[in-house]
């Protein structure tokens, strides 16, 4: 079992800028890749950022490229994502995301998840 905790959500003006983190507990996490995944009520999660179990390789959804940067600290078993330039359309409940085979942009694939942090957006 995987345990993840997801901080650094709030409430902040477009233009803005936040910093989530994800800490893991349980298992080897630089075993696994990592992603982050953001959810609007009655809307699928969808697919924002995603990094390799080394770090090496990096994903994004288009709408955040240039804003969001992905990156991990495997010595202290943590996940961030750095969010800059935010817009009130990135407003949603950010959740992050461990895959042990191979990093992806299905949520279907990750088989551990955090119970969300709620990032909003005001215009």
């Known amino acids: 079992q995987v345990q993840l905790v997801e901080s650094g959500g709030g409430l902040v003006q477009a233009g803005g800028s936040l910093r989530l983190s994800c800490a893991a507990s349980?298992?080897?996490?630089?075993?696994?890749?990592m992603a982050w995944f953001r959810q609007l009520p009655g809307k699928e999660r969808e697919f924002v950022a995603a990094?390799?179990?080394?770090?090496?390789?990096?994903y994004y959804r288009d709408s955040v490229k240039g804003r969001f940067t992905i990156s991990r600290d495997n010595a202290k078993n943590t996940v961030y994502l750095q969010m800059n330039s935010l817009k009130p359309e990135d407003t949603a409940v950010y959740y992050c995301?461990?895959?042990?085979?191979?990093?992806?942009?299905?949520?279907?694939?990750?088989?551990?998840w955090g119970q969300g942090t709620q990032v909003t957006v005001s215009s």
């Open positions: 349980g298992h080897t996490f630089s075993n696994y890749a």
């Open positions: 995301g461990a895959d042990r085979d191979h990093t992806t942009v299905r949520a279907k694939e990750y088989q551990y």
């Open positions: 990094i390799s179990w080394s770090g090496a390789s990096t």
